[in-house]
């Protein structure tokens, strides 16, 4: 069975930083990545990242501040955020596919329960 665990969110101040954890579980997965959705909108990508670890992509919106990186011996993707801004305040869901995917949500086959990340001004 597969599962995607998210851990790590929480409440911070603007300007600082949380690492969000997803360990997924039942198979590995060629891309990983980071989705949020935000109170009363839609759900918009952040970041993935594939099983090679050197093609990352990223939002406009979080370019420069966030950092994904995943430890394939621990089936695990982390997002690095720093610099956080109260427009960072959103629910934060891991998703992974066993294929090479595009930033879309509906290509991604497998999600987790969401983390709330909640950055005070």
Avoid: H
């Avoid at 101040?13 to 839609?42: N, V, Y």
């Avoid at 919106?61 to 394939?72: E, Q």
């Avoid at 891991?94 to 950055?119: E, F, I, K, N």
């Amino acid at each position: 069975q597969v599962q995607l665990v998210e851990s790590g969110g929480g409440l911070v101040q603007a300007g600082g930083s949380l690492r969000l954890s997803c360990a997924a579980s039942g198979r590995t997965f060629t891309t990983m990545g980071w989705f949020r959705q935000a109170p009363g909108k839609g759900r918009e990508f952040v970041a993935q990242i594939r099983w090679s670890g050197d093609s990352a992509s990223y939002a406009d919106s979080v370019k420069g501040r966030f950092t994904i990186s995943r430890d394939n011996a621990k089936n695990t993707v982390y997002l690095q955020m720093t610099s956080v801004k109260p427009e960072d305040t959103a629910v934060y869901y891991c998703a992974a596919s066993p294929r090479v995917v595009a930033p879309v949500a509906l290509q991604y086959d497998y999600w987790g329960q969401g983390t709330q990340v909640t950055v005070s001004s």
